[in-house]
């Protein structure tokens, strides 16, 4: 995304190896990935600095939708304010009432991001009024949430505004210290649902032809880690698509997994929705052609007909394979 010929590069490789989507980030440690105008206003960033004087998801819609390949904006660090920063990064420098908070008080942090308040109901007005705007103003196929959209790290909810909502709904109680106490989990799943609700019904209105995608982590780990309870999201219907991340590394571990999803979690009318994720490269690792294959071959044994990789720069390492795949 550094430059308009690396973009064409990416969009003559999938051209080349007979991919249909691509998923761009757009939203990354605080900063979107295109000029908005609205991140102008609240916090005087119109785009994130590597990209200043450039529109690279404009660029890559142009030369994506020319090939007949689709643009999915994808939303990577949703309700995380930002990576390795302890203060949150400028979002919470400038916000710092919108910081989730665990039972310590401190800033939610876990695996290195740090979180915003997904339950603050000015930090969801910020992240619907920031999709809505990317919709508006970009000839767009979709958008993507993933294990950060809508999600919170389930120590978070310790703040006073959670805290005095929760009390209000349970006679002046405070919830448990425990983060991982079931009904508690359950309690701030259902809020993020309801936030799922509210912003899939917001964007619809806006695009009825909007594909709305959401890579969620995998459940029940998804609840009670990140307070995802995406079943639910598929039950009532506010998804397109369903891309859990099956990220295994061997083959009979992703077996078990996505069994479960195929056989526990979704019925055969909601698989029609689901492209299980698959983790194709992350740091020095990439899958290896054989562990790919099986991956795609167990796919299609239960009748799934698509897969998403996460992510492109494993395609530029395994070419042979991606020529002969589709």
């Known amino acids: 995304m550094y430059s308009r010929s690396g973009l064409e590069a990416v969009v003559e490789d999938c051209v080349r190896y007979g991919f249909n989507t691509i998923y761009v980030v757009v939203w990354n440690r605080g900063y979107t990935l295109y000029p908005s105008p609205l991140m102008q ?72 991001f740090q979180w915003m308040n997904a339950f603050d109901p000015e930090v969801q007005e910020f992240m619907i009024d920031l999709i809505k705007e990317l919709v508006a103003h970009y000839a767009i196929d979709g958008i993507q949430g993933d294990d950060r959209l809508p999600a919170l790290p389930s120590l978070a909810g310790y ?89 295994r590394y061997d083959i009979q571990a992703y077996h078990k997994a996505l069994t479960a999803i195929v056989e526990e979690q979704l019925t055969p009318e909601q698989q029609e929705l689901l492209f299980p994720g698959v983790l194709l490269n992350v740091g020095d690792y990439v899958a290896s052609d054989s562990l790919l294959q099986s991956i795609i071959d167990t796919h299609r044994s239960f009748g799934l007909e698509g897969e998403v990789f996460f992510f492109y720069e494993g395609i530029r390492k395994r070419p042979e394979f991606f020529r002969q795949l589709y």
């Open 41 to 112: 206003e609240e916090f005087g960033r119109l785009i994130d600095p590597d990209f200043q004087g450039r529109d690279p998801l404009q660029e890559l819609i142009e030369l994506a939708q020319g090939q007949g390949i689709e643009v999915i904006a994808w939303f990577e660090f949703g309700f995380a304010s930002s990576y390795d920063e302890p203060d949150g990064g400028h979002l919470l420098r400038s916000r710092p009432q919108w910081a989730a908070r665990d039972s310590a008080g401190q800033i939610v942090s876990k695996n290195k």
């Open 159 to 247: 703040d006073s505004l959670t805290l005095a909502r929760y009390a209000l709904e349970h006679d002046g109680q405070r919830p448990p210290n425990h983060p991982g106490d079931s009904a508690w989990v359950q309690w701030r799943a259902d809020l993020l649902s309801d936030f799922m609700q509210r912003l899939v019904s917001e964007l619809r209105a806006q695009d009825p032809n909007l594909t709305l995608s959401f890579a969620p982590s995998i459940y029940p780990w998804s609840k009670y880690e990140y307070l995802q309870d995406w079943p639910v999201w598929v039950q009532e219907g506010w998804v397109d698509e369903i891309i859990p991340q099956v990220y």
